[in-house]
């Protein structure tokens, strides 16, 4: 089987941008950019991201701000806080090089099993497994395994085995090939058994069970959250306020406001606390100007905007703060904003064009 997979991967690798590649920086900032992101998607923002940050030195350095702007439409932020948090470890604990032990890198924030184990046997040739999604279908396909993937006992079973299976030599082309197989052959719907060169080891396509593998819990609804936030234009300019760098969306800028869980409808007083707080004293709430709901992993947020008026009878002063800006379109563009954000601002102008509040999808 390493023979076949091994021979197979050298004639029909995926020609990834980074395939090839033995700078362990530029396989770390790959590898990361996998994680939740297709390959297709990931390879012009690989260019792109190491246009910006060409060494690790050069990342360590950048605010986090500029790392999580040019991570901008990858989604997942914690990815890019991760990958900025471990820069600075590494270019203060290990001398600006990454560790070449499995212990020291997953000592690494976002350092998860896949990620050490990817760098791990890609940039330094260590013998250990790299289980993506991927690697999972295909091993529970070849194992017909019955127990759901996603519990400990099941992802257990599959990493014994991909441990067990590594050739003593190249383990990192060993793992890579193993991806590009779920990736091109051994698909989650429709999988080409009939040109898949491991087909007669494969114990689900002798009985029957390639469509109910991998075995997976059911997965659980989104939790639904609320977030009310205020709508203050002046001049052609929206108030923006920097989210804290811990949980969802952290770091990024939003418009200013909160987050409930449910559906709450939170009372007018609240909402003018939050002028109050946001804005400063005088700014007076108005009225409603759209919904907007988006489905995140695991959670369906609904934004709900509302107008926020200055004080009356004079202009409010344009003043940025701390972890506060008026940003104009170009600003707007700039700075990082979740995807669900910039749908909800897109929401919130549709809404002021068309004179009323309504939900958009």
Known sequence: MRERLLGWYAQEKRGLPWRGEREPYRIWVS??????TRAGTAAPRYARFLARFPTLR????????AVLAEWQGLGYYGRARSLHRAAREVAGKFGGDLPRDLESLRSLPGFGPYLAGAVGSIAFGLRTPAVDGNVLRVLSRLLDLPLPVDKPEGRAAIEKEAQALLPPSKPGDFNQALMDLGARLCLPRSPRCGECLLEALCAARKTGTVAKRPVKSPRLAPREATVF????EQRGKLRLARREENGLFGGLWELPGWMAKGR?????KEWQRACAKHLGPGWR???EIARAVRVLTHRKILFVLRRALPPAGKRAPLKDADGAVW????????LPLSN?????IAAG???IEEGQGRLFG
């Open 349 to 351: 102008r549709r809404g």
């Open 285 to 287: 709430i108005g009225e």
């Open 264 to 268: 709450p409808e939170p009372p007018e």
């Open 229 to 232: 936030q205020l709508w203050a």
């Open 327 to 334: 940003a104009d379109e170009g600003a707007l563009a700039a």
């Open 31 to 36: 590898e990361a950019m996998l994680q939740q």
């Open 340 to 344: 669900a954000q910039r749908a909800a």
């Open 58 to 65: 050069a990342l360590a350095d950048a605010p986090l701000e």
